[in-house]
């Protein structure tokens, strides 16, 4: 079954500061990855998405992924972080069951932004 | 337009009741996903409906179950209520159910089993 790994549980970093929050998926021949934002007491959030074509994709609020088929990565970044970015961050694939399409998460990446 | 919506927001039951958790789609949709996400994890998928039948379910027991009516709003029955159904529950609705029809979730309802 296809699965996503988030690698760090939690990313403290500092406001203006990069950041990389790293996703790796397990191979399979069509691969449809998603990063999703939790706000604390909040439902989730789409940032961006990854069905097919160009390989760098763009999402709201500044943030991109790249699909890095040779690594199996999809990590998340953004070149400046601002205090209201500190949430919760998901990633998921996208995959059947039964004929349903349904999304399998990562266990989450809790971005902090110090100031 | 409304988004998705779940009532309520919180409850509190003890092991071995039964509880009934709604969700209003968004207007225009007629897909309802339920995710159940444990603290401090991702959320996992328990079932689908699509135009009022259940179209896909992910490892949960039959004690989980639900319905989708005309209006597509939906409800996620629990019987028998265990200490580890304690969980935030959060349901998505969505225009059809491929990859390309974006899930869009409500804020969830925080259940605490006692």
């Known amino acids: 079954a296809q699965s996503v790994t988030q690698l760090d549980s939690q990313v403290p970093v500092f406001e203006e500061a990069p950041v990389e929050l790293r996703c790796n998926y397990s191979s399979s021949v069509s691969v449809y990855l998603f990063w999703y934002v939790q706000y604390p007491n909040q439902g989730l959030q789409l940032l961006l998405k990854y069905l097919s074509g160009s390989t760098l994709v763009k999402g709201i609020n500044g943030f991109e992924a790249e699909f890095n088929k040779s690594q199996t990565s999809f990590h998340l970044r953004k070149p400046s972080v601002h205090i209201s970015d500190t949430a919760e961050y998901f990633c998921a694939v996208s995959v059947y069951s039964g004929s349903a399409r349904q999304l399998t998460f990562g266990s989450g990446t809790q971005l902090t932004v110090l100031p | 337009e409304t988004g998705v919506t779940q009532s309520p927001t919180h409850l509190i039951k003890t092991r071995g009741q039964q509880v009934t958790l709604r969700c209003s789609s968004q207007?225009?949709?007629?897909?309802v996903s339920w995710y159940q996400q444990a603290l401090g994890q991702g959320p996992q998928f328990i079932f689908q409906y699509y135009r009022e039948e259940e179209n896909g379910r992910g490892n949960f027991p039959p004690r989980f179950s639900g319905l989708q009516f005309p209006n597509y709003s939906s409800e996620l029955n629990v019987n028998a209520l265990e200490l580890d159904d304690s969980a935030l529950y959060l349901c998505a609705s969505s225009q059809g159910s491929t990859v390309y029809n974006e899930q869009f979730f409500g804020p969830g309802t925080r259940l605490t089993v006692l």
């Open positions: 207007s225009g949709h007629n897909t």
